[in-house]
């Protein structure tokens, strides 16, 4: 059960406020940064040297910012220097990525549910997985129609030092938000990655807005439900 404590609202992003077939996403992805890397020998290699670095952020628990690892490890591919891989990159997300956008759309509920949230003074926070820089998830949040929620943190590449599931993860988070985890409320739709946050005492909402699956338990989740459930639980 949820209780009355809550001050912050955790939300994912992919899957919980923005929808999208990952498969997808991913394949496209991919096709649109190799062309990117068009000039560079061995340019067919960059979605498994992409690949390999999100690995290295998801699975590294080295106090360096997920940045740091992926550059590093896109670096030793490469042979760039971590300069001109950060500045294709950039130059990517400010054209070919918009792209992307045509196999997007918003979750139904999600801005009512937010916009109603911060009426109601909850402060939220995109606690999405951190291994896009910043400009491509802010990119994704206007897809989603919430470039106006006033986010008081959004993780990314560039402040993150762990990734989901590890508590590592939660943690910083709460220590950027100098907060207790009874104060925060986790909602997202990946029971591995979002209900881990349970781990440091955060409050969990599995969001299952299709109700694909009611009679499936979930362990680590205090609740479960749609956006509008959500909503009458914290009574905004």
């Not at 956008?101 to 801005?111: D, L, N, S, V, Y």
Request: charged share 25%; net charge negative; proline share 4%.
């Amino acid at each position: 059960m949820i209780t009355n404590t809550i001050k912050f609202l955790l939300l994912d992003l992919d899957g919980t406020l923005i929808k999208f077939d990952l498969d997808t996403f991913i394949q496209k992805y991919l096709f649109l940064i190799q062309d990117n890397f068009s000039n560079l020998p061995g340019a067919k290699s960059v979605p498994n040297w992409i690949l390999g670095g999100t690995a290295a952020m998801l699975n590294s628990l080295e106090t360096i910012t997920n940045k740091e690892k992926f550059l590093r490890f896109f670096q030793q591919k490469s042979g760039l220097s971590e300069e001109e891989i950060w500045e294709i990159f950039l130059h990517f997300y400010h054209t070919d990525y918009n792209k992307l956008k045509e196999i997007t759309r918003p979750m139904q509920g999600a801005k009512t549910f937010l916009e109603s949230a911060v009426v109601a003074e909850y402060e939220p926070v995109l606690a999405t997985q951190p291994v896009f820089p910043e400009i491509a998830i802010r990119k994704r949040l206007v897809w989603a129609g919430l470039e106006n929620i006033p986010f008081k943190l959004i993780t990314h590449i560039e402040n993150m030092k762990a990734s989901k599931p590890h508590r590592q993860y939660y943690e910083q988070i709460l220590n950027m938000l100098d907060s207790s985890g009874e104060e925060c409320l986790m909602i997202g739709n990946d029971i591995e990655m979002d209900m881990a946050a349970k781990q440091c005492g955060i409050q969990t909402y599995y969001l299952d807005a299709e109700n694909s699956n009611p009679k499936l338990y979930i362990e680590n989740a205090d609740d479960r439900g749609d956006f509008k459930k959500l909503a009458e639980l914290l009574n905004i």
